[in-house]
């Protein structure tokens, strides 16, 4: 049997954490940042976690051997 192939745009999105959840960067972080609030601005640079519902196919399908 092959080895499965990551999904490499899942790769660069995704990491997974030591107890197994799923991070991401949050997004609206980039530019246009003048009209953000500093408050908005702090929390968006926190990591995010994806909710229960998909974890078990980015886990599985996207980063089989994360």
Request: charged share 35%; hydrophobic share 30%; no cysteine.
């Amino acid at each position: 049997m092959p080895k499965m192939k990551t999904k490499r745009a899942a790769s660069k999105r995704y990491t997974l954490s030591a107890d197994g959840k799923v991070k991401y960067k949050k997004m609206n972080l980039r530019h246009i940042l003048t009209k953000k609030s500093s408050k908005r601005k702090r929390k968006l640079r926190k990591a995010g976690f994806v909710a229960s519902g998909p974890v078990y196919q980015i886990k599985k399908k996207l980063l089989p051997y994360g």
